[in-house]
């Protein structure tokens, strides 16, 4: 059974920090593009950040350049979001997306709210 598990999310304040975890299972981690993607309140789902399946480095979404690190733990099957200097606009809930080719799996998503 496939599984995109994120945890981490939570409330902080404007400039505060949160790392999100996504664990994976129910599939061949290493062969899969990982990704982050959000969903602020009353708006579309966003990409946000992507590391692919050969470790290239990771990209962002301008919006987060310089403020959000992804990462990936291939032997522990999961991936994380470093997400630093934070401002209400960040304000989503984050989800986890694995894809190879035309497969692709979604996390239920973890609460990211930023206060000011």
């Known amino acids: 059974q496939v599984q995109l598990v994120e945890s981490g999310g939570g409330l902080v304040q404007v400039g505060g920090s949160l790392r999100l975890s996504c664990a994976a299972s129910?599939?061949?981690?290493?062969?899969?593009?990982m990704a982050w993607y959000r969903q602020p309140p009353g708006k579309q789902r966003e990409w946000v950040a992507i590391?692919?399946?050969?470790?290239?480095?990771?990209r962002y979404v301008d919006s987060v350049k310089g403020r959000f690190t992804m990462s990936r733990d291939n032997a522990k099957n999961t991936v994380y979001l470093q997400m630093n200097s934070l401002k209400p606009e960040d304000t989503a809930v984050y989800l986890c997306?694995?894809?190879?080719?035309?497969?692709?799996?979604w996390g239920q998503g973890t609460q990211v709210t930023v206060s000011s």
């Open positions: 129910g599939f061949t981690f290493d062969d899969y593009h």
């Open positions: 997306h694995a894809r190879r080719g035309v497969i692709d799996y």
């Open positions: 590391i692919t399946s050969t470790g290239s480095p990771p």
